[in-house]
């Protein structure tokens, strides 16, 4: 008698379907009363279990893109304000352009 807490693995390279016939069959040779459910390939029940961790890994991702995108428009911006910023005048040019005013105004005063 076959109780129904025993899980069975089989492995073969023929389809899914030829198999599963099969071993229902030769499950009902064995005992009729057997119940045979939840017949799937390893590969879901080994995606089923890494599946948290999986979904961790994505909501991970999304935001290391998305803190990524904002560190990256952060610096274009930085840098961008940086070139575009005017610049205070040198010392020379202040020099120069300070006797330019002062010699003008003495001139408008005679």
């Known amino acids: ?18 198999i599963e016939s099969g071993l229902l069959r030769e499950l009902q040779k064995i005992d ?5 459910s939840n017949i799937r390939p390893m590969e879901d029940y080994l995606s089923e ?3 948290p961790r999986r ?16 560190a990256v428009t952060g ?3 930085y840098v961008s304000r940086a070139i575009n910023m005017p610049r ?3 010392l020379s040019e202040k ?10 105004s003495s001139v408008s005063r005679w």
């Open 95 to 104: 020099s120069v352009s300070s006797l330019c005013v002062s010699s003008v």
């Open 32 to 36: 009729r009363d057997a119940a045979t």
């Open 75 to 77: 610096i274009y911006g």
């Open 1 to 18: 008698m076959i109780t129904n807490s025993q899980y069975w693995v089989v492995r073969s390279k023929t389809e899914r379907q030829s």
């Open 49 to 51: 279990s890494v599946a």
């Open 55 to 70: 979904f961790s890994l994505q909501i991970l991702t999304i935001f290391a893109a998305a803190s990524l995108l904002l």
């Open 88 to 90: 205070p005048p040198s």
